[in-house]
């Protein structure tokens, strides 16, 4: 069993930047991708972001294609999310996930099925 704790959220202002953490900790070796997903309220839960556990490939929304980073820091096996530019719509609970490699994930690493480890979500509200 993995666990995940994510931490950073919080209230800004729009264009404002923000870094969310997921720390993963349990069985760590058998990740294969951290994911980023959000739900705004009345919105269903969508993809933001992904990284492989070794760090590479990552994929992101189009929505915050160059605007939000994923990467990962190996000594403290965390996962983050750098928010830059923020704006109204990226208000929402994001949450991290944790899944294993499996034909599913490798195929479809954007989707929620591909991760079945999540954390309890981190509010992140962008108001002026």
């Known amino acids: 069993q993995v666990q995940l704790v994510e931490s950073g959220g919080g209230l800004v202002q729009p264009e404002d930047s923000l870094r969310l953490s997921c720390a993963a900790s349990?069985?760590?070796?058998?990740?294969?991708?951290v994911g980023w997903f959000r739900q705004a309220p009345g919105k269903e839960r969508e993809f933001v972001a992904t990284?492989?556990?070794?760090?590479?490939?990552?994929s992101y929304a189009g929505p915050v294609k160059g605007r939000f980073t994923i990467s990962r820091d190996y000594a403290k096996n965390t996962v983050y999310l750098q928010m830059n530019s923020l704006r109204p719509e990226d208000t929402a609970i994001y949450y991290c996930?944790?899944?294993?490699?499996?034909?599913?994930?490798?195929?479809?690493?954007?989707?929620?099925?591909?991760?079945?480890?999540w954390g309890q979500g981190t509010q992140v509200t962008v108001s002026s």
């Open positions: 996930a944790a899944g294993p490699t499996t034909s599913y994930s490798t195929t479809y690493p954007r989707a929620e099925a591909a991760y079945d480890s």
């Open positions: 990284i492989r556990w070794s760090g590479d490939s990552p």
């Open positions: 349990g069985r760590t070796f058998s990740i294969y991708r």
